[in-house]
């Protein structure tokens, strides 16, 4: 993991992914760029589970659906779960 | 480390309680001997789509008037990735509100790699010398074009993005407003009890004799949110212009 400081290009950069040479960039929107954070996010530690109705899977069409990683639940799947436990 | 999307950020209230009087307050109720485990509250929030009263709202004030909630609002790809990865991986709750006006409008190069952008650190997005603008979120795109439309003119504004809302980063906007001297906030939210009133006090307090005019809020109206009469009701760059040529010339 690196610490970044600011947005390329923005006046108080003095660290950023793009001048950064060890950093490979790709364009991507701003659903996308939270995709690759939960994705990233997961990867680097298991203990990372991800819940909610993911909005990303219906317009990030680009990037495989978030919600079939192993460690996300969606909202649905969560409804029996809970009914267990009441 | 739980992720949590709430969709949108106009129905979290259910969870206002958990989240205010349960998440917020763990860590100091059990005299730090416990926290939420990287809490992350994810939420679309914000206007500009159309949504109507209940898919257009901006509710972050509610959530920055709460000690231990930190509050993240990205504005552009690059921002989202760092500051989302932060959000993970900070040991108390965190809100990430994301701008889902620009979910795809907003594009540009981000690291494939892990990577965190600090939490509490504003941005400043562009130097300038006769007045600061800071906002937030989609509303960043507003304040660019406004600063833009005004440099024709030859107003030079400094613009800065908070990011992080709790805790805001006060250092870099008082040390901007002590060299311009002017202060324009805005925000999507309505005007009163909005987080540009918590701005404009702290900076009144911080840069009193450096002031050369009133500090501006540019801000959504005090109703609800509109149905019909979105384009009426946000703070679009239009406003913005006027506040700025209002504040520079006072």
Do not use: W
């Given at each position: 993991m690196n610490t970044l400081v600011k947005s390329p290009g923005s006046a108080n950069s003095n660290v950023s992914g793009v001048d950064n040479p060890d950093m490979t960039t790709n364009k991507m929107n701003l659903l996308q760029a939270v995709n690759s954070a939960l994705d990233t996010a997961m990867k680097a530690n298991p203990r990372v589970v991800c819940l909610g109705k993911i909005l990303a899977n219906s317009v990030a069409s680009s990037e495989p659906p978030v919600t079939?990683?192993?460690?996300?639940?969606?909202?649905?799947?969560?409804?029996?779960?809970?009914?267990?436990?009441? | 480390m739980?992720?949590?999307?709430?969709?949108?950020?106009?129905?979290?209230?259910?969870?206002?309680?958990q989240i205010v009087n349960e998440a917020a307050k763990f860590r100091y109720r059990s005299g730090d001997q416990f926290d939420c485990g990287g809490l992350t509250i994810r939420a679309p929030y914000g206007g500009g789509i159309d949504g109507g009263l209940y898919h257009s709202q901006s509710p972050e004030a509610y959530f920055c008037h709460t000690p231990g909630l930190k509050v993240v609002m990205p504005s552009n790809p690059y921002q989202a990735k760092g500051l989302l990865l932060a959000a993970i991986r900070d040991p108390d709750p965190v809100i990430f509100f994301e701008p889902k006006a620009i979910y795809r409008a907003s594009t540009g190069e981000v690291p494939e790699q892990d990577y965190e952008l600090p939490l509490g650190v504003a941005e400043i997005v562009q130097k300038g010398t006769d007045i600061t603008l800071v906002g937030w979120g989609a509303q960043m795109i507003q304040l660019n074009k406004a600063a833009e439309l005004v440099a024709k003119e030859g107003v030079s504004c400094e613009v800065i993005d908070l990011c992080t809302l709790l805790p805001w980063d006060r250092e870099t906007v008082a040390d901007s407003v002590r060299r311009t001297g002017r202060?324009?906030?805005?925000?999507?939210?309505?005007?009163?009890?909005?987080?540009?009133?918590?701005?404009?006090?702290?900076?009144?307090?911080?840069?009193?004799?450096?002031?050369?005019?009133?500090?501006?809020?540019?801000?959504?109206?005090?109703?609800?949110?509109?149905?019909?009469?979105?384009?009426?009701?946000?703070?679009?760059y239009l406003k913005i212009v006027e506040a700025i040529k209002t504040t520079v010339g006072y």
């Open positions: 079939s990683k192993k460690n996300t639940v969606h909202c649905a799947a969560l409804i029996p779960l809970l009914r267990n436990r009441a | 739980a992720v949590a999307e709430i969709q949108f950020a106009d129905y979290i209230f259910p969870a206002f309680d202060l324009v906030i805005s925000h999507e939210a309505p005007l009163t009890g909005g987080f540009a009133g918590e701005i404009a006090a702290t900076i009144q307090e911080q840069c009193f004799l450096s002031l050369e005019a009133p500090i501006a809020r540019v801000t959504g109206l005090d109703t609800p949110f509109p149905l019909a009469h979105e384009k009426l009701y946000l703070a679009d």
